[in-house]
């Protein structure tokens, strides 16, 4: 057997001296081919990743689509203002986002189908208008989906929220507390009037909210020392007969309760009020738009881009019930001097200058 030569192996590693000592060079031999076999997964791994990435990036992102509904036969300025509000927030109808829009054309039975369709449609949320109907039908049909509603009610009371800054569940919105602010109007109305002392109330006593506006209006009618008139209207043929009955109890104006349905054919109401020259105040700012005498309200204009806002923050991830229900902040009267003149009315000095908007 050949005798180990350690003059051989010093020799061998004193070649290279200059490099790593023969140990650590061995060492490292033998850890090159699986660095390069490491580095070679690892480039098939990052590759992976961005043509994963790119497959991506090609897809279609997801259009949010968005219910919304409504008692009226079709667009308002209302439902404008939350479209460009939308549009203001970078959501543009047909490119980015889908509105399905429904309109009841004055029939509240329909809500309730048309709250089943928008369901089966998967929208990511709901928008009601209109009051309390739609909201009603579209808590009946999902209990998940957002839904934000716009109304003149109080919604705890009426069960669409439990609170107004913890809505809880799925449903949040806006409410002008409409029946509210009756007793203030008939106020403005008897400024306006100074010699008035019986005021028909148009309404309709099927209507959800008629018995509490009526008791805030009886409530008001009795401090201010007014009778007041209950005169039923639910629909456009009864006009003739509620003016009539206006002018057998000898109603020195009258008062509109907040109603929908009554708002669908406000052009007709005012009509007939100018003919018969009774002065009349009502519950949304549109009135005097259509030649209506007197108007104080919340702006719902803002309310209805306020709405857009909320869709905003839902389908960026905010649930519905951490929206707080919100409510009017400021509220506008406006004068329609040109119906007063058609009537014959001289209104007070004092009442024009506290107008926030005189139409002449």
């Not at 709901?126 to 989906?145: E, L, Q």
């Not at 839902?314 to 058609?342: C, H, W, Y």
Request: proline share 5%; charged share 25%; hydrophobic share 45%.
């Amino acid at each position: 057997m050949k005798s180990f030569s350690w003059k051989l192996y010093f020799n061998s590693c004193a070649d290279n001296r200059k490099s790593k000592p023969c140990g650590e060079q061995r060492r490292t031999v033998q850890k090159q081919p699986r660095r390069r076999k490491w580095v070679r997964i690892f480039g098939v791994v990052i590759a992976f990743v961005g043509l994963a990435g790119a497959v991506e990036s090609q897809q279609p992102k997801k259009i949010p689509r968005i219910g919304y509904l409504s008692l009226r036969s079709g667009f308002g300025v209302n439902d404008e203002a939350f479209r460009q509000a939308l549009r203001e927030l970078g959501y543009v109808e047909g490119q980015n986002i889908v509105i399905e829009w429904r309109f009841a054309e004055g029939i509240s039975e329909r809500y309730a189908d048309f709250a089943a369709e928008l369901v089966r449609l998967k929208v990511d949320a709901i928008v009601t208008a209109s009051g309390d109907a739609p909201v009603s039908a579209a808590m009946n049909a999902t209990k998940t989906i957002p839904i934000i509603f716009e109304t003149g009610s109080d919604p705890v009371a009426r069960g669409h929220v439990a609170s107004l800054a913890r809505p809880g569940g799925n449903v949040t919105g806006f409410s002008a507390m409409l029946h509210e602010l009756g007793g203030k109007r008939l106020e403005l109305l008897k400024e306006a009037v100074p010699k008035v002392s019986r005021v028909a109330v148009l309404g309709d006593r099927k209507q959800q909210n008629y018995g509490v506006q009526m008791k805030d209006l009886k409530d008001a009618a009795q401090v201010l020392g007014l009778q007041l008139q209950p005169a039923q209207l639910r629909v456009a043929s009864e006009l003739e007969n509620a003016f009539t009955a206006m002018a057998r109890d000898r109603a020195g104006a009258f008062f509109v309760l907040v109603n929908p349905s009554i708002g669908l054919f406000r052009e007709q109401v005012v009509e007939f009020a100018t003919k018969r020259r009774l002065p009349s105040i009502y519950s949304t700012l549109d009135w005097v738009d259509v030649g209506g005498l007197m108007a104080y309200a919340p702006n719902r204009i803002e309310t209805f881009r306020r709405m857009a806002i909320y869709v905003d923050k839902i389908l960026k991830g905010t649930k519905a019930a951490d929206l707080p229900v919100e409510r009017p902040i400021k509220f506008e009267l406006i004068i329609n001097l040109k119906a007063a003149k058609q009537i014959g009315l001289t209104i007070p000095p004092n009442l024009l200058v506290r107008a926030d908007k005189v139409i002449r």
